[in-house]
């Protein structure tokens, strides 16, 4: 959906995002957080709040906080205290969730992203850490349900916005970008369907310079797609409500992707309702100024300030710029050929053309991809160097992504690929379409180009399309004239 109104309503979004952050243990706990374990294996005395336990403050789960911090331009709070979250559910073992309340670890920043040719940023509030409940299991019992505390501990970021998106397409716009800055810091690896990133949308409507709706927040939306259909279904359901003079309750959702639809799930609660009060069993958490510093240090170039270096560096358009810096593997895949065959826009093309739609096709990543920076590099040096056509370039990539050879010059050889240069035999055939076709010569000198196009692939076809297209042209013209 778009940022206009709808129905003469204006829609209000915002994100809390669940990030479970990449350390091997556990944020309070040495317990392991490798996911795919039996059910209730990885969960010690502390994860299972046996009495006389305590936790341990995670380094490396701190050190995550930081990164992103400093990636979205956020304070990063010298001193926060951990709190208690009250609530009871089977899979919360203490009775209580470790979080953050008055104080979180990182307050503030932005995530900046475009839209179209729109470029959109979404203010944000907070990230703070806390520890991940349990899982209840109901599918694989009958008429009970199980509980596995192997994520019971887990470290995670929960990343919370302003309400600043006024559309759908902004909204998962929002957690693309996001997803892509987490990912790309090192600190999550982005898994939606593992639940490593996990995204709840806060939705409302208004009219138009009204007071805030009452939200409804969608839980656990575990892909994009999903997101989409939810949020436009949540969308639709409260325009209908109101318009049928029933009022919007404030409740948690879940969105069912065989129907389409969101259903209430909870009457949503308050902070109030958790009776926050500061965690007992923790010290306050103290970040010196050198700590910062050093992680800051460690950093990797960020994606927005890599696309502006493209931009400058390589003269690639902006939207060459910010596609490949999707990931930091393409990017980097992008970069090596580039540098290697000296043609950067020829590179992008390929990158986001051939390659993109191979990945696409076989829903693979850029740690699989089947044909290396420095074989690309040397196929596109073999089409600046007139060795092969564009189109036999193509037949060249195919056969390396499929293994059929790992040499360029090879697979040009075994396949006969290489474009007739020789400007004597190119000449000889030319002459001989001429003659073969005095129609077309005298519609083109009459002045009609199709007749020439016509001429050219008959030329083309005499030489099995080995003819350099380029010389052909330059020699027909010349002929012609």
Same mark, same amino acid.
């Given at each position: 959906?778009?940022?206009?109104?709808? &129905?003469?309503?204006?829609?209000?979004i915002g994100f809390e995002t669940h990030s479970q952050l990449a350390t091997k243990s556990k944020i309070f706990s040495?317990?392991?957080?490798?996911?795919?374990?039996?059910?209730?294996? $990885?969960?010690?005395?502390?994860?299972?709040?046996?009495?006389?336990?305590?936790?341990?403050?995670?380094?490396?789960?701190?050190?995550?906080? *930081?990164?992103?911090?400093?990636?979205?331009?956020?304070?990063?709070?010298?001193?926060?205290?951990?709190?208690?979250?009250?609530?009871?559910?089977?899979?919360?073992?203490?009775?209580?969730? *470790?979080?953050?309340?008055?104080?979180?670890?990182?307050?503030?920043?932005?995530?900046?992203?475009?839209?179209?040719?729109?470029?959109?940023?979404?203010?944000?509030?907070?990230?703070?850490?806390?520890?991940?409940?349990?899982?209840?299991? &109901?599918?694989?019992?009958?008429?009970?349900?199980?509980?596995?505390?192997?994520?019971?501990?887990?470290?995670?970021?929960?990343?919370?916005?302003?309400?600043?998106?006024?559309?759908?397409?902004?909204?998962?716009?929002?957690?693309?970008?996001?997803?892509?800055?987490?990912?790309?810091?090192?600190?999550?690896?982005?898994? %939606? $369907?593992?639940?490593?990133?996990?995204?709840?949308?806060?939705?409302?409507?208004?009219?138009?310079?009204?007071?805030?709706?009452?939200?409804?927040?969608?839980?656990?939306?575990?892909?994009?797609?999903?997101?989409?259909?939810?949020?436009?279904?949540? *969308?639709?359901?409260?325009?209908?409500?109101?318009?049928?003079?029933?009022?919007?309750?404030?409740?948690?959702?879940?969105?069912?992707?065989?129907?389409?639809?969101?259903r209430a799930m909870r009457t949503k609660e308050d902070a109030a309702d958790y009776r926050y009060f500061p965690d007992?069993?923790?010290?306050?958490?103290?970040?010196?100024?050198?700590?910062?510093?050093?992680?800051?240090?460690? %950093?990797?170039?960020?994606?927005?300030?890599?696309?502006?270096?493209?931009?400058?560096?390589?003269?690639?358009?902006?939207?060459?710029?910010?596609?490949?810096?999707?990931?930091?593997?393409?990017?980097?895949?992008?970069?090596?050929?580039?540098?290697a065959c000296g043609q950067p826009k020829l590179a992008s093309n390929w990158v986001m053309g051939e390659i993109s739609?191979?990945?696409?096709?076989?829903?693979?990543?850029?740690?699989?991809? !089947?044909?290396?920076?420095?074989?690309?590099?040397?196929?596109?040096?073999? *089409?600046?160097?007139?060795?092969?056509?564009?189109?036999?370039?193509? $037949?060249?990539?195919?056969?390396?992504?499929?293994?059929?050879?790992? $040499?360029?010059?090879?697979?040009?050889?075994?396949?006969?690929?290489?474009?007739?240069?020789?400007?004597?035999?190119?000449?000889?055939?030319?002459?001989?379409?001429?003659?073969?076709?005095?129609?077309?010569?005298?519609?083109?000198?009459?002045? !009609?180009?199709?007749?020439?196009?016509?001429?050219?692939?008959?030329? %083309?076809?005499?030489?099995?399309?080995?003819?350099?297209?380029?010389?052909?042209?330059?020699?027909?013209?010349?002929?012609?004239?």
């Amino acid at each position: 959906m778009s940022a206009k109104l709808i &129905h003469g309503y204006e829609v209000v979004i915002g994100f809390e995002t669940h990030s479970q952050l990449a350390t091997k243990s556990k944020i309070f706990s040495r317990a392991s957080t490798a996911f795919g374990a039996e059910p209730n294996t $990885q969960a010690c005395a502390v994860d299972l709040a046996l009495p006389g336990t305590l936790p341990v403050m995670n380094r490396e789960a701190v050190a995550c906080a *930081i990164k992103l911090g400093l990636a979205l331009g956020s304070h990063i709070a010298p001193q926060s205290i951990f709190a208690r979250k009250n609530y009871f559910y089977p899979d919360l073992p203490k009775g209580y969730q *470790i979080s953050q309340f008055e104080i979180p670890v990182v307050q503030g920043g932005e995530v900046s992203f475009y839209l179209g040719e729109e470029k959109k940023t979404v203010r944000l509030v907070r990230a703070h850490l806390e520890e991940d409940a349990g899982k209840s299991l &109901h599918e694989e019992f009958h008429g009970m349900s199980g509980i596995d505390l192997n994520r019971a501990g887990t470290p995670l970021l929960e990343i919370v916005t302003e309400p600043d998106m006024r559309s759908t397409d902004e909204a998962v716009a929002y957690a693309k970008a996001l997803h892509q800055i987490v990912t790309w810091i090192g600190i999550c690896d982005g898994n %939606m $369907q593992e639940g490593s990133f996990r995204c709840d949308a806060n939705v409302s409507v208004r009219k138009p310079g009204g007071p805030l709706g009452t939200r409804r927040e969608i839980k656990n939306l575990n892909s994009f797609k999903n997101m989409q259909q939810a949020i436009d279904y949540e *969308i639709r359901w409260q325009i209908e409500e109101i318009e049928d003079g029933r009022a919007i309750q404030q409740a948690t959702v879940l969105f069912n992707p065989d129907t389409g639809e969101t259903r209430a799930m909870r009457t949503k609660e308050d902070a109030a309702d958790y009776r926050y009060f500061p965690d007992p069993d923790l010290p306050p958490l103290c970040i010196a100024q050198d700590w910062i510093e050093r992680v800051r240090a460690e %950093m990797p170039e960020l994606p927005r300030a890599m696309a502006a270096r493209f931009v400058t560096q390589y003269g690639l358009p902006e939207y060459d710029a910010t596609t490949l810096t999707q990931s930091q593997a393409m990017a980097a895949y992008f970069e090596d050929a580039a540098k290697a065959c000296g043609q950067p826009k020829l590179a992008s093309n390929w990158v986001m053309g051939e390659i993109s739609r191979r990945l696409n096709t076989e829903e693979i990543g850029m740690d699989a991809v !089947k044909v290396s920076s420095g074989q690309l590099a040397q196929l596109i040096a073999r *089409i600046q160097d007139g060795t092969i056509s564009n189109n036999a370039a193509k $037949q060249v990539f195919e056969a390396l992504w499929t293994g059929e050879g790992s $040499q360029v010059d090879a697979v040009i050889e075994a396949r006969g690929l290489k474009q007739m240069n020789d400007t004597g035999a190119l000449e000889a055939i030319i002459d001989e379409v001429i003659a073969a076709n005095p129609a077309n010569v005298e519609q083109f000198k009459a002045g !009609k180009d199709k007749a020439f196009n016509a001429l050219v692939g008959q030329v %083309m076809k005499a030489s099995r399309g080995k003819a350099n297209p380029q010389q052909v042209n330059e020699l027909l013209k010349a002929k012609l004239a």
